[in-house]
């Protein structure tokens, strides 16, 4: 019997628990898609976004920065018709702006994991909770980091967006007491 966390019950939910969620990532093309998704889960279930996640990256150019970066109207049309992925106007329109967003930090920092990791010190933070319940929603960190992203012309970043976004990525581990992917 393996022990997990308690909201990981569908098979997508267990796979993205047991190989995904609080594993450090330091590759930019990752951290972006982590990015991305996150923002698309606002207001959704991350059961949605994972059951939508493989025609997203379809849709979205398998995450490729340089040809988000250079999408027009006729992309994000064709996207808002593309039944598959999350079809919100104001998410699609986005996806361009925060991949110029996200590759100007790259230039300014060398890489978007040097910046990103900087806000935990370049050390992943390891939670001890007992209960799902006391996830927290955001953190002073999670605070700090949206208002840094915002400043710097994202969308869809806030707070609670970037608590789930350091979750995902391994900047936070909060893998419950008793769970065997600690």
């Known amino acids: 019997?393996?022990?997990?966390?308690?909201?990981?019950?569908?098979?997508?939910?267990?796979?993205?628990?047991?190989?995904?969620?609080?594993?450090?990532?330091?590759?930019?093309?990752?951290?972006f898609e982590m990015l991305i998704l996150e923002g698309m889960q606002a207001g959704l279930s991350w059961s949605t976004i994972l059951?939508?996640?493989?025609?997203?990256?379809?849709?979205?150019?398998?995450?490729?920065i340089?040809?988000?970066?250079?999408?027009?109207?006729?992309?994000?049309?064709?996207?808002?018709t593309n039944p598959n992925i999350i079809r919100n106007r104001l998410k699609i329109s986005s996806l361009k702006t925060n991949a110029i967003a996200f590759m100007k930090?790259?230039?300014?920092?060398?890489?978007?994991?040097?910046?990103?990791?900087?806000?935990?010190?370049?050390?992943?933070?390891?939670?001890?909770?007992e209960d799902m319940y006391d996830f927290p929603a955001s953190t002073e960190i999670s605070d700090k980091m949206s208002l840094d992203l915002k400043k710097r012309g994202f969308k869809?970043?806030?707070?609670?967006?970037?608590?789930?976004?350091?979750?995902?990525?391994?900047?936070?581990?909060?893998?419950m007491v008793g769970c065997d992917f600690k």
């Open 1 to 31: 019997m393996v022990n997990r966390c308690e909201w990981a019950k569908s098979e997508l939910d267990i796979a993205y628990h047991d190989n995904e969620w609080g594993k450090v990532v330091h590759d930019d093309k990752k951290l």
């Open 105 to 129: 930090v790259q230039k300014e920092f060398g890489s978007f994991d040097k910046y990103i990791w900087g806000f935990v010190d370049h050390k992943p933070i390891v939670n001890h909770f």
């Open 66 to 80: 340089v040809k988000i970066s250079k999408y027009d109207d006729k992309k994000c049309a064709e996207l808002l």
């Open 156 to 175: 869809f970043i806030g707070t609670t967006i970037c608590y789930a976004y350091m979750q995902s990525i391994g900047m936070v581990n909060d893998h």
């Open 51 to 64: 059951a939508k996640r493989e025609s997203m990256r379809v849709a979205f150019d398998d995450f490729d």
